[in-house]
């Protein structure tokens, strides 16, 4: 395996951006990257991006996105229909094929241009489950109530996990959700679907992420603490909820274990859990104790940007990390219904 | 056994509110008072028109708004011979990319008012706008190009967009 780094990160605040479209959003935060990269845009040899055109409605609009990117003279690029930390995942294994050393990796959103419950429903299952409309809040109920039967756990444990990462959010001047709110506040919400309130159910925001990857010596260069991919894998379950046990993360913990979580100690971890109840479904499959910090950034219930949250993820590890707040870490990307696509990302500095 | 299901219908329909952006939402504005505005690129200096915030090439943002001429020539063409729900144009009818005066990039329209033999790279023609009572924010306040008169531009002036 080859050593790889992540030298820069950059993302824009989550918001509502009802002025701006994609390439405004994310034109700053690819620059921002760039520059802290201490790269030329024209050194970086490769470049993927994550994004999905049913969010935007406009038939190949990723490739409308590359107006921020600077395509030309002609680059070598590439998308996936995914979070960008799928593109992140692409990107690695480029480097690895030793094709290119370097790549520039980006992942946004606009979640709010159509009826999002909607859009989401159709990545189910087309004959059978779509026609009914699911929405993506119910399907995680459902999840939720098998999880807190099992493990005996009550809706007030869901508040406390979103009180630590509103907490944890405090700090983040990028997140939306985030202060000080006492449970009793969280409980007094109605339910949405019950037993999950609104503060359960990461909001939809608006953003952009951006990350700059670099092979070997020339990261030390460029940074001085460059934060290495240890470990990097993602697995995927059946599409069909009734074949999972949904209190648990069979992907979550495969690609956990391929990605080598458990071959040294985790300071921390920064997880993809758009619902309260999945935060402990994850850290549980992934084999995370006790003296694992989660989600310091506030995670995804303090900032949700469709198909940038998982690059997100990754990034404020890396930030974290390249700081010297910690030395090894992961982050976590999720996709689909009920936590079906699971991507885990071992970090460590030098 | 039963008869097999062969098809079953699930209809679907999305509705989405279109954020043009900053820099596309001044091009609509000045569509409605009968201007073309582009977005000057600070690097390579060329007017992208319409706007879409950042220039493809340079990738930096296009924050001055020039205003581009409504005469320009046409780049290329095609005959167009299949019927469109959204165009009400007569078939056959020529669509062109056109380089307006002053922008650095061409864009698409249609051309009227002459013969479809006539229609050829080079040609110089202008923007027939709307009715002023129809004008709005959308590029269909430029209903066609026509030919301007003009003699044809000399192929270097738009080679390089050829």
Known sequence: MRDVAIVSFAQSSAAFEDERNEVEILLPVVQDAIADSHLKRSEIEFTCSGSSDFLQGQPFAFVMALDAIGAWPPIKESHVEQDGAWALYEAWVKIQTEDVDSALVYGFGKSASGDLPEVLALSMDPYCVTPLWPDMDSVSALQARQWMEKNGKTERDLAEIVQRNRRNATDNPHAIQKGEVSIEELLAEPHIASPLRASDCAGKADGASCVVLMAGERARELCERPVWIRGFDHRVDPAALGVRDLTTSSSAKIAGEKAGVGKDKIDFAELYAPYSHQEPILAESLGLGEDVLLNPSGGALGAHVLMSCGLQRIGEAAQRIASGKADRGLGHATHGAALQQNLVCVLEGE | ?162
């Not at chain 2, 698409?108 to 923007?127: E, T």
């Not at chain 2, 706008?129 to 709005?136: G, S, T």
């Not at chain 2, 270097?156 to 967009?161: A, D, N, P, R, V």
């Open chain 2, 1 to 162: 056994m039963a008869d097999p299901v062969k098809s079953i219908v699930t209809p679907i329909q999305l509705t989405y509110d279109f954020t043009p952006g900053v820099a596309a939402s001044k091009f609509l504005h000045g569509l409605a008072n009968k201007k073309i505005l582009g977005g000057a690129c600070p690097q390579c200096k060329a007017v992208i028109v319409p706007p879409r915030g950042s220039c493809p090439m340079c990738a930096v943002a296009t924050e001055e708004v020039v205003q581009v001429s409504d005469h320009g020539t046409i780049v290329t063409f095609s005959i167009v011979r299949v019927p469109s729900d959204n165009l009400d144009f007569e078939l056959p009818y020529a669509c062109i990319t056109v380089l307006l005066d002053g922008a650095g990039l061409p864009f698409f329209h249609v051309v009227q008012g002459c013969d479809l033999d006539d229609v050829r790279m080079g040609m110089r023609v202008k923007a027939e706008w709307v009715e002023d009572d129809q004008l709005e924010t959308s590029i269909s306040s430029i209903k066609c190009f026509v030919p301007n008169g003009e003699p044809d531009a000399d192929y270097e002036t738009y080679k390089e967009h050829a």
